[in-house]
């Protein structure tokens, strides 16, 4: 059985308000033998205030709750890594709750956060590729009066406070590169268009396409899910077509790509040039190490404490305009001039 504050109290033989006097530091005239007896019970009992009685009191918890959609995907192992050393530096603790893709465990994590008191939710999976599945998820946000602030696959049409990376420039960038090395069949590896963070990339790939004057084909497309299979599914349709290149929609397809060319005897960049997106920890030490285009994680990550910190502070306050992040083109070795 947990011990209480009245099991300290008791055993210490002083009021339960000396007991949270003492716990808490407080600077009030309380003897050093008191102190000593309240510290010495509290030990004994291994008593933990607990936080949601804490938060009944001081209406404060000092935790966020973090909600995201794959954790076994390093781009949000990494997003999770530095929204947790952005929050604990700012005295925050993170709980997080991964949802694997799935609309109703994200919002039983929204309904499960609330109940526990956090003081503030980061969600990074407002957007679902069936719509119906994003307006459940809006109108229980609404619902639950609890500061929220909506990163990476944010919600197209809401309000919500929101930091995301142009995703429409980081499918531009991915494809003018390819497009200035000469290549004019460029296949794409895409996660479900229904999410906008993919819908954006493409249109990015579209606008590349037309200040080239290259057509687009529909049949140079290949739509899966923002995972490796997608790329090892994608390889025998897209060489089927002729392209000379390959934009994945994340470094996760491009690995897939990797690992089907070994069974085609074909090599990145002499048979195909390769480019991914999210410059995830392994795209560097690949071989030939993978040109990508970098979101810039570490300041998604900053600027998206800040801004529930702030609105933890003032709920009442507007909601800021979207925070849009430029993302960054890392040409490696995946990628050469066609000749
Ligand atoms: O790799 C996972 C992808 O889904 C990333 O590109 C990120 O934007 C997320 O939405």
Do not use: W
């Not at 300290?8 to 007896?37: E, H, Y």
């Not at 285009?293 to 305009?321: H, K, L, W």
């Amino acid at each position: 059985m947990r011990a209480t504050i009245k099991d300290v109290a008791r055993r210490a033989n002083v009021s339960t308000s000396t007991v949270s006097l003492v716990l808490n530091n407080k600077s009030v005239p309380i003897s050093q033998q008191t102190r000593d007896a309240v510290f010495k019970a509290a030990k004994e009992l291994h008593y933990r205030p607990n936080q949601l009685a804490v938060g009944l009191v001081t209406n404060k918890t000092n935790t966020i709750g973090l909600i995201i959609p794959d954790n076994s995907n390093p781009f949000f192992a990494a997003l999770s890594n530095q929204i947790e050393k952005a929050a604990s530096s700012n005295g925050y603790s993170i709980i997080l709750g991964n949802t694997n893709n799935s609309a109703k465990s994200t919002r039983n994590y929204l309904r499960i956060f609330t109940d526990h008191a956090v003081d503030g939710i980061i969600l990074a999976q407002a957007d679902f590729s069936v719509p119906e599945e994003g307006e459940k998820c809006m109108q229980l946000i609404k619902d639950l009066h609890i500061p929220i602030v909506s990163v990476d696959r944010i919600d197209k049409g809401s309000n919500l406070n929101s930091v995301v990376t142009d995703q429409k420039l980081a499918g531009y960038l991915a494809t003018r590169h390819l497009l200035n090395l000469g290549h004019r069949r460029i296949g794409c590896a895409t996660g479900p268009l229904g999410l906008s963070n993919c819908q954006n990339r493409l249109l990015g790939y579209q606008k590349a396409l037309a200040e080239f004057d290259v057509p687009f084909e529909p049949n140079l497309n290949y739509e899966e899910n923002l995972n490796i299979e997608c790329g090892i599914h994608a390889l025998s349709t897209l060489l089927g077509q002729n392209v000379t290149a390959i934009f994945a929609f994340n470094d996760l397809i491009a690995y897939g790509v990797y690992k089907e060319l070994r069974n085609y005897n074909l090599s990145v960049p002499d048979d195909l040039s390769l480019v991914g997106l999210d410059d995830i920890f392994l795209s560097e030490i690949l071989q030939p190490p993978l040109t990508t285009v970098a979101q810039p994680v570490n300041e998604i990550a900053e600027n998206v404490v800040e801004r529930i910190i702030e609105q933890i502070a003032s709920p009442g306050r507007t909601a800021q305009e979207p925070l849009v992040l430029e993302p960054i083109l890392k040409v490696r070795g995946s990628t050469k001039r066609l000749v």
